[in-house]
């Protein structure tokens, strides 16, 4: 199966899900036949804009993180991939109940939430949507604020 049919069936399976959160499995960048791999990959556009960007797994571990997120947190970018949210930034944790939420599968957006920070919150509107697989089933959540 070409690299155009995976990317085809997985939007045509996001757009058959109901809800507001389909459409965060659909693939970052599709291209077509011939389309550059370097154009393809979602951290070339991910790290050229101003808005943090991450994704976790189920468990809360690190699947991947744009420039900005890292910036903003103060991470080291090389020791990230595959960690535990909380335990890059323990204060975190406070804001299980939101994960919890997104990884049953709702979307929400929080306007002027309090990101906890070492020297005290920092104030942000965050986006989080469940990430599915090509069957629906929620394996991750995308954080974007």
Known sequence: MSSRDVHDREVSASRARPG????ASL?????????????????????LVNVALAAF????HVAWMNQSMIDLFGLDAQSIEGRSWY????????RESI???T???ASQVI?????PFPEGPRY????YDPLRDERGDVVGLLACG
């Open 20 to 23: 507001p959160d389909r459409d």
């Open 27 to 47: 693939p970052v960048l599709g291209g077509g036949p011939g389309t550059p791999a370097a154009l393809r990959h979602p951290g070339i556009v991910a790290d």
């Open 57 to 60: 797994d189920r468990d809360m």
């Open 87 to 94: 335990e890059l930034l323990p204060p975190m944790r406070e």
């Open 99 to 101: 994960y919890e939420r």
């Open 103 to 105: 990884l049953a599968g």
């Open 111 to 115: 306007e002027e939430s309090a990101v």
């Open 124 to 127: 942000f509107d965050v986006r």
